[in-house]
């Protein structure tokens, strides 16, 4: 069965990365992987929470959110629902920890960076393109608050390495990288791989409702992932030096 | 004292309206007035809410809302604090009011239409941008029911006008149009006109809460605001014959 | 077409401006138009809100509510809801917006009222009797605090003017002095006008959503209203004298 | 030590129940004992909630709430706080489990009927006055479904009796009869006690968070609760006699 | 009609009061009456909230709450449907002013406990076997303090008096004591009973929603319950005492 | 470094399933690892919820919870705060998912199970626990279905393997298996199991938050981790055997 738009199973879909996307933030960046367009903006306030105060630390959170109509069919907006569903709480969590993974804390000095991410439109692997474009953003509200005086470390001391993230499919027996969201409902098993610049694992999440998995299903998933996003370090990596 | 851009006082900002921004929906605009910038979507569901079942009527509803780092400073999401603002549901009923004067719901037959008006960017005139750009939405969507033959009546039946809208304010005793955010703060008193193709007023409302205004510069604003409307509606014309 | 009640076209319902209707607050105003019956009370707090402090400036905000069966179907109660609905916040908004356009918050000084308007029964015009009364019970409240001597300024200078407000509607082309419900759902278009005593506008709210409106039609509706107003305050002010 | 407005101990406070306070409601009293004052409607609406359709039983609740200024310091309003706190539920419970003593739900039919007290002004006995009041507009209700020939039965078998409430409270091992606030606060036990017209007992609550009490105390605060239920029996009798 | 257990009237079911039932809390309790077996925790915090601070007293409070499959048919839980009901905070409400009937809070200094009360398993008296099993727990978490030393006064003056409570009900004109799930639904009036050690009354609280009930029945129902009581302190005194 | 209570590296802590602990549920499992106790519960309805009507298929859902103090410190109710936060959340996905893994809902018919996880005391492990535990109480509450020949298939062609969970950690470049909550505190690295007795896996979750992970500390995660469920496989089809 070959892939809807005729990729090879280990090609990623067009990635963009589209920084200074919009005028306000310290960090704004649309991401696309084919279809699937996320804005992400980081938003610096000097200064951190009540609870955190003389703590020499920083804080770093994150918040994912479908547009109603990003999706085939309109859903209703949690604001009017009057509650967060628990997909959304897991995927702004989800977000959160892997970026916090890359930053030293102590190193941004007591800044507080929210990573708004906002799903425009949705086609599958909206998480990880989340955290993929996110990583961007917040580099460059890193460098506006260097720029500023306001870090207590250097850029590359307070960001010691880049966080990309990708999804990965089981198909007949055959891992695909980078899923749309034909592939994603169709997927025996699906996993998401968070990595470093250097390979080494964030997050790992594999989920297999439609079926299990064997341990060499896993594996040749894992390898893709970490394929995957050794491609996605370069393309964030290009975006950053343009 | 000259206008932040150096616009004369009855000049709008540059208008786009761009159709077709996103894949999923019927209708979907993205409509920028300067550096606002809004996704105007119009999602179509054949049928009506149940209340309305058999009345051989059509509904037509609107729903606004700002991302969180639209603005200069961020704002909390109201999906996180749990409820919907005024503010936010003030601007989301003044939406399908405005957009309802020019929809003849029998015509339109038992389908419902969602506007959303999702905020991607605020420099001033949020609302009236939505409103403007919704109509481009509303009116691709109801080409697109006619496309299915879903529709009661003609194209040009269900719709017998456009819907624009604009902002004018007072600066010392001059009306000025199209204010942008800077203006819209330092403005004594502002308005928000909301017309037909023909020059008709669908919504009028003036505010002073920094002063209060006299006949004369009502009527003031109120010429150019009829002006900046019938501006639109070309623009509104030529968007929809591309 | 005659009016429900035989009242000529630019005619007010009997207005009553009851004070001291309740003992507990420091303002209290039973307002009747016709049958619409409004509870206006003003809460006074010595102090302001913790981000105010400091400032040297007081805070007027005002909310208003409906009792579930002030109308003839009754309604659920928004705290049962769990959220207050749009119409509500919009004429809270309205009525806090109005009454801070008399008010010389410096000269209130750190103090805060809260204008509590509480709908006892609706027969049309809630909103505007809502301040026409709010504005008595916010004058008793500013004596009251002139008594205690905590004003920063005098009471004639703390209340540069008064506010009122009427509506108006247009039928079969002419304009109508204050509607009652019958009227206000019967109108083709209708408008809110909110006045200082010396006739300058402070708000001015135009809603046509059974049809659109002419300029003429403002043209008649606004003076209209300005002559309502007027006549309002000259209430307001013997009640004043009482 | 006295009673505040000189009463003897068993000496209720002068009490009125004025029927059709509004024109909206079948059932509509302004209830008041002393400075408390609570408007008590009963809205009626044909049929019953889905899940008891078809069982031949009507449907009997109460709601209770507070103006925010009814009492002596503002409270916030439930409905902006988004949630209805524990003391209003509770009366509102006891309100409606007290009204239900009294009618034969079998003999009303298929009919719903909600009762709302809302405390215009509080001074204590807020809950026993609401009680009170809302037999009596609930009997108006009863009545304006009897004249619509809607009632399974006649109306004195839907209401096979009345009901009273009343506080008892004790000061220095006395009992005395319907305290107000400042009472209510320096009693050391309280208790309200709700009767029907033939003095049996539908509800009684004794608490006693600032001391104990005794057995003898106990029965001296019921002997007192019975008779001044007793003489509101004949008030509301009185007062439906009119 | 005998007792489905085959008590006799004046019969509490088995009740045992299982100290220590849990690692974490200060006190902890597991109370079982029959069937019903609740999880009495009283946890401490040193310090008393804000608007407390420096008065020198300290803070008792209870939250009372129903595992989803504790009764016989699944209930929704009540932080999914995103708010307390009125039976939850009624009993809660009961519960701290009962607890707080023996303690002195002067005695117990600038310190807060609050007292959870889960139901594991519900088969009538759920809110009286709450009451029992939370005083034990307090005067564990009493003691507690005193090991710290951190007590304004000694135990036995913090604690002057212990707290027990019990269900009864009338079964064809007789009381019977601790009804279980059962003869709860089928008592026509039923009563809960709170005392003091020393057989004073705290809270008495009787309901007749199937019916009404004359002195005499109120009598035999609190002479039950204060035997009831009195059982039930020796049963604590016999737990603290292991 | 050597594990607090002495346990190596791949030994579980003392496991036990108590079956029937409650009364009332069709399936009640207590489930203890070491000092993590959770009450399982398995609520059997016979239907569907609406949208799932007349296809044929059942339904299995899960929510999670902990008592406010199961922990060291008191968390607030999240039905107090109003909202269920993003971790229960998260954890109730995960355990709906898990158990869906093991369950054929054609063979189950039009049955909906609900899994409740009640944590009464937390050590570590509580999400993993609840899996295991909940599988047992499923198999409980599947056999009851059975008992009432109101499943579509075979108790052993509904449930056609067994489903458990258990956490694995590093610490020092070392993984240990079952980790309470001081390792879970101190752990570089933790992943979560799920496999099916079968040793597929059904969910893989890992987490680098104090640190990455490289690929052989993955799998030395996952080897432990598959033992791990092994034993945990067979110490559930004992507890059905007894």
């Known amino acids: 069965m070959a892939r809807p738009d005729g990729r090879t199973a280990d090609q990623l879909r067009p990635v963009t990365l589209t920084r200074h996307w919009s005028i306000h933030p310290e960090g704004s960046v649309l991401v696309e992987f084919g279809n699937t367009r996320v804005l992400c903006t980081a938003s610096v306030t000097e200064g951190v929470p009540r609870w955190r105060k003389g703590s020499g630390l920083g804080w770093v ?33 989800l977000i959160g920890r892997s970026l916090r993974a890359c930053i030293d804390l102590k190193a941004l000095g007591e800044n507080s960076i929210v990573l708004d991410c906002d799903v425009l439109q949705a086609d599958g692997g909206t998480r990880t393109a989340s ?20 870090l207590a470390g250097k850029v ?14 089981m198909f007949d027996g055959a ?4 899923l749309d969201y034909e592939e ?50 370069a393309l964030q990596q290009k975006a950053l030096a343009a």
Chains 1, 2, 3, 4, 5, 6 share one sequence.
């Not at 590359?156 to 499919?169: M, P, R």
């Not at 169709?186 to 341990?215: H, K, L, W, Y």
């Open 61 to 93: 959170t994150a918040e994912y959110s479908m547009l109603p109509r990003a999706t085939n069919t309109r859903s209703d907006r949690e604001s009017v629902k009057g509650k967060v569903g628990g997909r959304t709480q897991e995927i702004s969590r």
């Open 131 to 150: 955290i993929t474009g996110a990583y961007v953003a917040l580099h460059d509200a890193v460098t506006w608050l260097a720029g500023r005086k306001a």
């Open 156 to 169: 590359d001391k307070v960001l010691h390495t880049s966080i990309q993230a990708i999804s990965v499919g």
């Open 175 to 178: 891992a695909r990288l980078d």
């Open 184 to 233: 994603d409902v169709a997927a025996a098993v699906d996993m998401n791989v968070v990595c470093t610049a250097e390979g080494d694992f964030v997050e790992v999440q594999g989920t297999g409702e439609n079926g299990v998995f064997r341990r060499a299903e896993l594996d040749a998933m894992l390898d893709l992932g970490v394929l995957g996003c050794a491609e996605l370090a």
